[in-house]
């Protein structure tokens, strides 16, 4: 009786996933063919897996190159170790594959934060969580030049045009939030200070909250003092611009792995563009349904389908339900393989289970 009412439990608060499911079941039954899905895992060509698996671990060291040159700037006294920092990194990928909520970031502060504390070096989580939020905002702004590369020269549609200034425009409005935090650190940090030097027990609970409040914003501007080098600014954005070319480019593996090489590096890019843009909605664990979704609709509208339950004919390119949809299954297994395989592992490094992380995660960041 118990597991049933944690069943009902479930699906009442998950509702979004519910739909979502439905909304599958219901396409599958009414348009895939299941012997060409089957057919299409069959064909697939395990050396072009291969090489966008190495394709995705590439991107993935070179974001924590990236956030490596951030953190090294932000505590002078200390240094991010690579494989602390790659652990943090797969940890926090781990987490946002299997929490519908993109707790990700937040776990990522806390492994970094524990494993230095382990190496005897006592750090700030705010100042952590200060360095992976400029690390995410690189990572737009990179993004958002991508694209806007892709439609002044691959000729995007215009829903990807206007995406992309969305896209830049958060990205900009985030760094200039970040830059200006940076300018008033100084006085934030001597604010906070004093503060903190007033506090007291009878204080008003406002007061004491703002104090904190302050504290806490101090700490995480700390994280962005890399942004007074112009070289290491410079060295970042080529960085994490690499990062998203690798990205790019294990997509455009992955197509070829299901002989869609036709599609070539501009579909690439629109399923690059959409499956981040499924990324940021924290609907469901790691985003089953929704990157079906994000994937399967643009590549059968983009380049067309054959009719319900017919093949597409050799001397036609196009693409069926079925295929988009075997290929959508791929895709996500050949990108989730490293966040789930090589995250788990470091969860058991770090001496770790999902629990904790999930309970450490969402506690303040006030220390």
């Not at 006294?77 to 940890?91: F, P, Q």
């Not at 409005?173 to 300018?183: C, N, S």
């Not at 319900?308 to 393989?337: H, V």
């Amino acid at each position: 009786m118990n597991s049933i009412k944690k069943v009902i439990r479930f699906w009442a608060r998950h509702w979004l996933l519910v739909i979502l499911v439905a909304i599958l079941a219901y396409a599958l039954w009414q348009r895939v063919n299941y012997r060409e899905l089957l057919s299409t895992f069959a064909g697939v060509s395990w050396i072009f897996v291969g090489l966008a698996i190495l394709a995705n671990l590439a991107s993935i060291l070179l974001k924590v190159a990236s956030w490596k040159i951030i953190f090294d700037f932000s505590f002078r006294s200390v240094r991010g170790c690579w494989r602390d920092l790659t652990s943090s990194l797969m940890i926090g990928f781990l987490v946002n594959a299997l929490v519908p909520a993109r707790m990700g970031e937040l776990a990522r502060a806390y492994v970094i934060s524990r494993r230095q504390t382990l190496n005897g070096h006592q750090v700030s989580r705010s100042t952590v969580f200060g360095t992976i939020v400029l690390e995410r905002v690189f990572d737009g702004f990179a993004l958002a030049m991508i694209i806007i590369y892709g439609i002044t020269r691959m000729d995007l549609p215009g829903w990807a045009d206007r995406g992309a200034i969305v896209l830049l425009a958060v990205a900009i409005f985030f760094a200039g939030a970040l830059v200006l935090l940076e300018a008033k650190r100084e006085s934030i940090v001597q604010s906070a200070a004093a503060a903190e030097a007033n506090y007291r027990e009878h204080h008003p609970w406002r007061k004491k909250q703002m104090a904190r409040l302050k504290g806490v914003l101090a700490r995480f501007s700390e994280g962005q003092q890399v942004l007074r080098s112009p070289g290491r600014v410079i060295a970042i954005l080529c960085t994490t611009t690499a990062s998203w070319m690798s990205q790019l480019t294990a997509v455009y593996l992955s197509l070829n792995a299901f002989h869609l090489g036709f599609t070539g590096f501009l579909g690439a890019l629109l399923l690059l563009i959409l499956i981040n843009v499924a990324g940021a909605l924290p609907a469901t664990p790691g985003n089953i349904g929704i990157f079906q979704l994000a994937t399967v609709i643009p590549l059968t509208i983009t380049y067309g389908s054959a009719p319900a339950g017919q093949q597409c004919l050799p001397d036609i390119k196009c693409i069926s339900e079925s295929t988009a949809l075997a290929f959508s299954i791929g895709l996500q297994a050949i990108e989730g393989s490293i966040g789930l395989g090589v995250g788990s592992a470091f969860l058991l490094r770090e001496g770790l289970n999902l629990k904790q992380v999930k309970r450490e995660s969402i506690r303040k960041i006030e220390e």
